[in-house]
């Protein structure tokens, strides 16, 4: 290995070596903030999300960690750059300076995928999954008949929306205004409800 960042440094020399870390950071750091601004103005989207190149081929969108993509790559590059740069000018060696460059700029790298990893965990459809109102405590907005005779219509606070949904129950019928339980699915927009008295 030093043979080989000896023989750079005599053939390319120090001048170059920068103009290439400086043009690693250039590039990585134009992506970085072209990234930001787009974000910022609402323009960005999810720019990993059709960029992303994952071992297996994977999607961005199933839960896995991808470290090859727009954004980990440019980090790496603007770090790697950087650190680069100060090290050949700081005189850190031929050896620590791309090694250390190496570990910054794949440690930023790691850094970003983990971040992006958790937010897209964070990310919901916002889409109401009716099944997840079961046990949730209801208001009867128009009354349940007793014995299954027919159908009322209950509010229940869902996903911190309102949601509004047919009601049937085996017990005795649920008055306007009364409060009740969710107990079971009937079908997609129907429960079986109780009284909670």
Same mark, same amino acid.
């Given at each position: 290995? *030093?043979?080989? =960042? *000896?023989?750079?440094?005599?053939? @390319?020399? #120090? ?6 870390? @400086?043009?690693?950071?250039?590039? +990585? ?7 930001? +601004?787009?974000?910022?103005?609402? =323009? +960005?989207?999810?720019?990993?999300? #059709? ?9 961005? +969108? #199933? ?22 740069? @100060? ?30 990893f958790s937010f897209r ?10 099944? *997840? ?36 129950? #085996? ?11 969710? @107990? ?10 109780e009284s909670l008295n």
């Open positions: 290995m *030093d043979l080989v =960042l *000896d023989w750079l440094r005599d053939n @390319i020399g #120090d001048l170059t070596l920068i103009k290439l870390y @400086i043009g690693c950071a250039t590039a +990585g750091g134009t992506v970085v903030l072209g990234q930001a +601004g787009l974000n910022m103005f609402g =323009l +960005g989207g999810d720019a990993d999300t #059709d960029a992303d190149v994952d071992a297996d081929d994977l999607d961005a +969108g #199933d839960g896995s960690m991808t470290f090859l993509s727009v954004r980990t790559l440019a980090s790496f590059m603007t770090i790697f750059g950087l650190v680069g740069w @100060i090290g050949t000018e700081q005189g850190w060696g031929s050896v620590a300076t791309p090694v250390i460059s190496l570990l910054a700029g794949s440690s930023t790298m790691f850094l970003v995928a983990y971040m992006m965990k964070l990310s919901s459809s916002g889409n109401v999954k009716p099944r *997840d109102a079961i046990g949730v405590t209801a208001q009867v907005y128009l009354k349940v008949p007793a014995k299954r005779t027919g159908q009322g219509k209950v509010t229940v606070n869902l996903q911190g929306r309102s949601q509004e949904f047919n009601a049937v129950t #085996d017990g005795e019928e649920l008055p306007t205004g009364a409060a009740c339980r969710l @107990i079971g699915m009937t079908t997609e927009d129907t429960f079986e409800v």
